[in-house]
């Protein structure tokens, strides 16, 4: 997802990060002419242990190149204009939240997924067609800060309805809807709790309750949010952020030393359910590598790589997060979740009433 400074960190854990794996192929920039090479454009989160790499290009025989790119909703755009030259040839990390505009504009070419019998029927939302497969799921909820709330004697919020309360006023930082994934995410929450119109109204409420709204996650958790131990310098001054039901495991698994709690917490009520998808892009040149990989990304050994890599779950039956993991960083147990048809439908124009609502 998008704890990419934390997974920036994670390097030193001997994790693959994103420059060392895009040395990885030829960096010609024309996606996999080379017959060896498969080349996957993913958004700016992907992360792999090396030796999970290592395996899927022993087996394989191909070399793997990464292009991360920015905030899922900017690759998804990016990959729809250059859909008939494409940058490579699987995309990984398009969303529930996008799925509809991804798929309207033809991005990818059904493949069944070997293994896809092994993923959760509840996550399949492209049934019978098979343009994408399912990756992983998590959560986009409210974090808070506990020492702030401790501090000051205050409860954190635990609903939407809590949100605009007076003594959570100036407390929130969200992100944008029109520009990133968690942002879309928490205002589909908001539609998902209130309804078409009740939406607007609670909107209005939290505008008036001064909530703030940066471009992207990396803005509002690392220099916004003020129980951020991943933040640079200064720690922002809002105790109350938009981010993921698994940011919690990531502050401790990456503290040193190691703290014996998370020092952030998840406001429960406000969670919406997330789900990323891969696919293989319409004009790949290497579609037999592309098939490769995505059969491998619903491999075992992948899916149970991938909760201290990426910061999400399993989608595959069997495959076991690790246990630190869902310790510090349960799924929600009842998340607002929204059908992609409904999403579909009102997406586009939700989020221009949002911006016009909220930014103006």
């Known amino acids: 997802m998008h704890h990419k400074t934390l997974v920036a960190v994670a390097a030193g854990l001997g994790l693959l990060t994103l420059s060392a794996l895009t040395a990885c192929g030829s960096s010609d920039g024309k996606g996999s002419a080379d017959a060896k090479t498969v080349t996957l454009v993913s958004h700016d989160s992907w992360a792999v242990s090396k030796n999970v790499l290592r395996d899927f290009e022993k087996q394989s025989g191909y070399k793997v190149k990464v292009l991360p790119d920015g905030d899922a909703g900017q690759v998804v755009n990016k990959a729809i204009l250059t859909k008939d030259n494409p940058q490579g040839d699987v995309f990984f990390g398009v969303d529930n939240t996008l799925l509809s505009r991804a798929l309207d504009n033809g991005l990818f070419q059904p493949y069944e997924a070997k293994g896809l019998g092994t993923v959760g029927a509840e996550y399949q939302l492209d049934k019978g ?6 990756i992983d799921y998590g959560d986009i909820c409210v974090n808070y800060d506990k020492a702030y709330f401790s501090k000051h004697k205050l409860t954190p919020p635990q609903s939407f309805d809590d949100l605009v309360k007076p003594e959570y006023k100036n407390l929130l930082v969200t992100e944008n809807a029109a520009t990133s994934s ?4 928490f205002l589909l929450g908001s539609a998902a709790e209130y309804g078409d119109g009740g939406w607007q109204d609670y909107w209005k409420k939290l505008k008036a309750n001064g909530v703030k709204v940066v471009d992207g996650w990396e803005q509002a958790y690392n220099d916004e949010f003020s129980g951020s131990a991943g933040g640079r310098k200064a720690h922002g001054d809002r105790p109350l952020v938009v981010s993921y039901a698994s940011s919690p495991p990531a502050e401790v698994i990456y503290a040193k030393p190691k703290p014996d709690t998370a020092p952030t917490g998840v406001s429960y009520g406000t969670c919406f359910r997330q789900i990323e998808f891969a696919g293989l892009l319409s004009n790949a040149k290497n579609t037999t590598g592309g098939k490769a990989l995505i059969d491998f990304l619903v491999s075992k050994e992948f899916q149970e ?6 910061f999400v779950y399993p989608v595959v039956q069997g495959a076991q997060a690790p246990a630190e993991f869902t310790e510090y960083g349960a799924a929600a147990k009842d998340p607002e979740t929204m059908a992609p048809d409904k999403i579909a439908a009102n997406r586009d124009q939700w989020v221009k009433s949002w911006t016009s609502l909220v930014l103006k």
């Open 129 to 134: 067609k098979h343009r994408v497969t399912p």
């Open 182 to 185: 968690p942002g879309l995410g």
């Open 305 to 310: 790589d991938m909760p201290l890599n990426m």
